[in-house]
């Protein structure tokens, strides 16, 4: 599951997914040798983090647009491979403006593009607006909602894989099934509420598809949508 993750002095750190990633914590992060670096799961997840950064059209589209923005994304800076809890796969932390990635849980290259994508949209919303993430849950439940929409968290044939097809617009209710699970996982509410909050701003939040300008459903879609965007201004400059 692809979680949220903030970080600025939280009362209580369970309530803000503190918990799932524990080398954001200083007091217990021990820093890695070479050896663990080059032999571990640091090394293959820093490997495929830089073939998202350049292959994945995703990922490219999102690294442009945040440039374009003001919020040039610096690998080295902005992206952490850690060892976080079993149930997570990524996260953005909002106080420091990185995204880490769970080194232990992401084996696979597909797994890592989908991670990337998950939490670049956080990045951008958090780039691109006054996004309130610690108090305000509208906020948060809006920029979870994007992420699942338009990651391909929800493609079919990630959902053909959990063995979740066939439903009438199936993919609305896996964006809000994904969303509400990964507040549930950095907020002490309950489902309800979370349900609540989800539905006040599904219908805005599902239908915001910046900066793709579509829901892009699969590898060649995100293409077109890269295309597009990197040409957004061609049309203006031949007038």
Known sequence: MLTFLTMEQPKQEEEYGYDLFPER?????????????????????QVMLQFAT??????KLLLSAMKSSGCKVLKDRHFSCEDCDGSVSGGFDAASSQIVLCQNNIHQQSHMNRVVTHELIHAFD??????????????????????ANLSE?????????RFNFGLKQHHQACV?????????AVRKISRQEAEKIVDEVFDTCFNDHAPFGRIPHGKKDAGFAYRDYEN????????
């Open 126 to 147: 958090h780039c691109r607006a006054h996004v309130d993430w610690f108090d305000n849950l509208r906020h948060l439940a809006c920029s979870e909602i994007r992420a």
């Open 25 to 45: 914590n200083s007091a217990n992060y021990k820093g890695r040798s070479l050896t663990e670096s080059l032999f571990t799961f640091n090394h293959k997840c």
């Open 232 to 239: 957004r201004d061609r049309y203006y400059a031949n007038l």
């Open 54 to 59: 350049e292959t994945s059209p995703y990922a």
């Open 153 to 161: 968290d929800c493609s079919f044939s990630n959902e053909v894989s």
């Open 176 to 184: 809000r099934g994904r969303a509400l699970r990964s507040i549930l």
